[in-house]
């Protein structure tokens, strides 16, 4: 069974190629790139609702980028449905 890691992104935050900037991120200070880009599996970058497929890669001068498919852009459908004060 193929597995599938999701790493949480900004979607807005790209280079002038369309590349997730990842590495100069807060919030991926701790997050182990080179470990996850070694593995074989299927990499879902995440912002809020909005998710996009893609893979990651590493640039010599930007570091590591998600290089995404968007025509995957809001493909994905999670069920049950997210609503506000749910239990």
Do not use: K
Request: proline residues 3%.
């Amino acid at each position: 069974m193929e597995a599938m890691i999701i790493i949480q992104a900004d979607l807005n935050h790209r280079d002038a190629y369309g590349r997730l900037r990842l590495a100069d991120l807060e919030m991926h200070r701790d997050t182990p790139f080179e470990d996850i880009a070694d593995r074989d599996d299927r990499v879902l970058f995440v912002d809020g609702e909005d998710a996009v497929y893609g893979r990651l890669i590493l640039e010599r001068d930007a570091g590591w980028l998600g290089e995404v498919d968007w025509s995957t852009q809001q493909v994905v459908e999670s069920w049950p449905p997210a609503t506000v004060g749910a239990h």
